[in-house]
């Protein structure tokens, strides 16, 4: 069973590089520059994670994509990340979590892979 990253990051240096830091958890990854056409993968279905930058350029933003999966998609887990702002524990859903940037690398690849250990797990 293939799990699927949904990456959303205007910056191409840092989509790749998270990436690169998430392949040996062998997950296929999708990789968007803006919410906007993030959404519209989403719209397809089988992403089982979704890790969005916050503010970027686009009719949408992170926050607002976030948002709007928390209401369509309510159980599909999100990791926001942002160098610009920082969000409480009791601004996101439970089953979401922000990192900020710079990235702490072994807690980005550890919240990646406890996603993955959930979904393969059911919990």
């Known amino acids: 069973m293939t799990f699927t990253v949904l990456l959303v990051e205007d910056e191409l240096i840092l989509r790749q590089l998270l990436v690169e830091l998430i392949?040996?958890?062998?997950?296929e990854v999708i990789e968007c520059a803006s919410a906007d056409t993030a959404l519209e993968h989403l719209g397809y279905g089988g992403i089982d994670l979704l890790l969005t930058d916050i503010?970027?350029?686009g009719s949408?933003?992170?926050?607002q994509l976030a948002q709007i999966?928390?209401?369509?998609?309510?159980?599909?887990p999100v990791i926001l990340t942002s160098g610009h702002q920082m969000l409480c524990r009791d601004e996101i859903p439970q089953h979401s979590t922000f990192i900020s940037k710079p990235w702490d690398i072994a807690l980005m690849y550890e919240a990646v892979a406890d996603v993955q250990q959930?979904?393969?797990?059911g919990v």
């Open 23 to 27: 392949a040996p958890l062998s997950v």
């Open 55 to 57: 503010r970027m350029p």
């Open 60 to 63: 949408l933003d992170g926050w």
């Open 69 to 76: 999966v928390w209401n369509r998609w309510p159980l599909l």
């Open 118 to 121: 959930s979904a393969a797990t």
